[in-house]
């Protein structure tokens, strides 16, 4: 569940100073991320495995899901499995 909460502090190693009234921030999310469990797969054969197992409604009531309510940022990092 997404918080509305100020942000007043400097980005480490960057020195830049962050000061926001109206910050949107969420909880960690559990599970591995995709982009994360892909990178780390060795042979083809793995990522293969997993396509295998992938339930493909669940996909596609998931992406349609996305599509009407989320803010669009898509991408692997964001896409978090569990079990």
Avoid: Y
């Amino acid at each position: 569940t997404p918080h509305i909460r100020p942000i007043k502090t400097v980005l480490p190693g960057l020195h830049w100073k962050l000061d926001l009234e109206d910050a949107v921030t969420n909880v960690f999310a559990p599970g591995i991320s995709l982009d994360h469990m892909i990178f780390n797969m060795k042979q083809p054969k793995q990522i293969s495995l997993l396509l295998e197992m992938l339930n493909t409604t669940q996909a596609q009531l998931a992406a349609t899901f996305d599509l009407l309510v989320a803010q669009g940022d898509r991408h692997g990092e964001n896409v978090h499995l569990r079990e």
